[in-house]
C-alpha cells in the first residue's frame, strides 16, 4: 500500500485540477469551433443542380413575353450546383414580369428566413425575391423580400448588382396560408438579365 506525505497529496490534487480545467477549456473550444447546423431548407434541389435547355429540377417558370423572354440555366463555377437566369432581349413597351418559382409547404403562425444568391444587370429592368402566400386554392399576397436591381424610369434610386451577393429576408406566414411559392423574378422593358443560386428556406 503507497503512502504519500501531504505535500505530496496536494501536489496530485492541483495536477488533477489542472487536468480537469484542460479538459474542459478543450471541450468549450472544440464546441466552439465546430460549425452550427443550420435548419433543415424546405427548398427542393435549392442548389439549382441538374439543370438542361429543358429546365431545372423541382422548379417552374413562368412568363408573360415568350417571344422576347428567356430562361436557363448555367453550371456554378467549379462544378458545385447550378444557377438558374432569365434573360429579356427587347420586351415590348409594357414590358414583362417572368419568374422561376417553386411551391413550399410552410406552417401557419411560424416565421421564415429565405437566402438567395443573386446578380442582376441592364437597362430599365428590377429583379426581385419574394414569396406567395397561398391559402387554399387562392394566392393570398405577394411579398417582396428583397430587390436585387432596379433600374426603372421611376425608381427613386437607380442601382444594378452586376456580382453575385446574399440576399435575405424574413416574413411570417398568417393563418390560413398553408403554402408559398418562392419566386425568383425579372421585370423588364429592355435588355436585362437576372441570375439565382443557392436558394434557402428556413424555419425560424
Known sequence: ?????????????ISSFWRGLAVLIWTGWVATAMPVCGEENLVRNGELAGGSSKGVPEWSFKTAHKETFKNGWKPNPGGMGGMVFITCMAADEKGGNEWWWQQVECESGREFLLTVEARSEGSEHKAEIGVELIGGEKNYEYKRIATVADTQANAPQKYSAP???EFSGKFMVPAGVTKVNVRLGLMSKD???????????EKR
Open 1 to 13: 500500500m503507497a503512502w504519500f506525505t501531504k505535500n505530496e497529496c496536494m501536489s496530485k490534487q
Open 163 to 165: 456580382d453575385w451577393k
Open 191 to 201: 435588355a436585362a438579365e437576372a441570375g439565382y443560386r443557392n436558394v434557402r428556406l
